[in-house]
């Protein structure tokens, strides 16, 4: 009886009709032949492989936590490079780190030193919102392998803030001199909320900023600032995020307030940018969706993600659909020339979610990572090419399955990477391991064990 209640239906909803026919057959076996046709069941359990998760974060002296999307890159060594940021617990101070993982997964010295994660905004700055990405530059003999972006403030009394991008090569170590610099032309000096990326075929660099009414990009082609370009402007600029698609082309997305009014009032729109092969402007656009209102007290700004596909983008989105209305969380698709494919899904699990972050797997399944304050924590789901919610190893269901440890705060934005043939999600949760509890965790599997198919 064990055998075949290892074979339940509710283990084994998959959409795949093969996955059901094969479970159906070797059950059967298993009831009326021998022990061999239960070992086939038992390999084919389409819930027995579980992710893994580890914790990131080595000193745990300050409350640390995943910043938003591309905290993480995977480098062609085939090491992992992750960042967060660190702060105190009344936000007095806050400062930013990074740590290295090898492929086989063991933390690695960085720069050839003792120490496996190393602070890199200069000391004594306010430092948040990191982002890593890969890099491919040389510069006085130098290679730049990574590269970190983050945004300082300038005084802890103040909004005035600039946006900072090192150059890493692919031991850790910093490249080029002075340093860190910012990537924007000395007009746009006051620019944050920088994130980055690698276009390996306009061999650029590619930062995205914002002010506090103006949305810009540069092309960083040196160590160096590069041209900049604004991409957007509004009455009030909160957050942005884009993705680079695998043919070259991009999408920035970022959450605004069009104009004094509706900034007063709490609401909020969606803009959109799309950058051609050599992430130049193409056209820009509004993104409908069902949010109108940032949520609660407005203290945490509406959060965008976004993901390139083969021949699409998804953009997430959070706030309210009411004034004062519960976080709610949306997805939608959209293709390449920015008309939507299909209505924007709601990524619920119970009434309060936010801070969602899209990525593309390699068969073109959506994978989103947010923050349930039902689940106490980050949850994910995984949505075929068709639209359909997709059954997963993890849940062994369709519908939103819980990513690792939990957390009963919504603190920072889940970050999904997928790097080789590993799904990565760096998280914020808390831990007993971590001094102060709330620590930056990696959970990873192997991708193509997410979605299970037959052997």
């Not at 590619?206 to 900049?228: K, R």
């Not at 919504?410 to 760096?426: E, K, N, W």
Request: with cysteine.
């Amino acid at each position: 009886m064990r055998q075949r209640r290892r074979c339940r239906r509710e283990r084994l909803l998959a959409k795949g009709p093969l996955i059901r026919r094969t479970c159906a057959a070797a059950r059967w076996l298993c009831i009326g032949l021998s022990s061999q046709a239960c070992s086939l069941v038992n390999a084919f359990d389409a819930c027995d492989e579980q992710p893994s998760e580890r914790r990131v974060n080595e000193r745990g002296d300050l409350t640390e936590f995943v910043a938003g999307p591309g905290a993480a890159a995977g480098l062609d060594t085939g090491r992992l490079l992750v960042s967060w940021a660190a702060q105190s617990e009344d936000e007095a101070t806050s400062e930013v780190r990074y740590g290295m993982y090898s492929p086989t997964g063991e933390k690695v010295s960085i720069c050839s030193g003792s120490a496996v994660e190393k602070t890199f905004n200069a000391e004594g700055a306010y430092a948040m919102l990191p982002s890593a990405s890969v890099a491919d530059l040389d510069h006085f003999g130098d290679h730049a392998a990574a590269a970190l972006a983050w945004t300082e403030r300038l005084t802890t009394d103040t909004n005035e803030r600039r946006s900072r991008v090192l150059f890493l090569d692919a031991a850790g170590c910093g490249v080029g001199s002075p340093g860190s610099f910012s990537p924007f032309s000395p007009e746009f000096e006051n620019v944050g909320n920088v994130s980055i990326g690698w276009s390996a075929r306009a061999h650029t660099l590619l930062a995205i900023g914002n002010s506090t009414s103006h949305v810009v990009m540069a092309h960083v082609t040196q160590l160096d600032w590069g041209p900049t370009t604004e991409l957007g402007g509004s009455e009030l600029v909160y957050r942005t995020a884009f993705a680079i698609g695998p043919q070259g082309d991009a999408l920035v997305a970022w959450s605004h307030a069009p104009s004094l009014s509706r900034a007063t009032a709490n609401r909020v729109s969606f803009g959109a940018a799309l950058l051609d092969e050599q992430l130049e402007k193409r056209k820009t656009f509004e993104v409908t969706t069902p949010i109108e209102y940032e949520y609660g007290s407005s203290v945490v700004p509406p959060h965008v993600g976004v993901a390139a596909g083969k021949d699409r983008f998804a953009i997430t989105v959070d706030g309210a659909t009411q004034d004062h209305g519960a976080p709610t969380a949306y997805v939608l698709e959209v293709d390449g020339d920015g008309h939507t494919l299909a209505p924007a899904r709601k990524l619920e699990l119970g009434d309060r979610n936010c801070c969602a972050t899209p990525l593309y797997l390699a068969d073109g399944s959506l994978f989103v990572s947010w923050l349930s304050a039902e689940a106490q924590g980050s949850v994910g789901l995984l949505v075929g090419p068709d639209g359909r919610e997709r059954f997963t190893s993890v849940g062994c269901k369709e519908g939103p399955f819980v990513l690792g440890s939990r957390n009963p705060d919504f603190i920072g934005q889940p970050s999904p990477l997928l790097a080789g043939d590993t799904l990565h999600v760096l998280h914020t949760a808390t831990t007993p391991t971590d001094p102060l509890s709330t620590a930056v965790l990696d959970w990873f599997m192997p991708a193509a064990q997410l979605w299970p198919v037959a052997p």
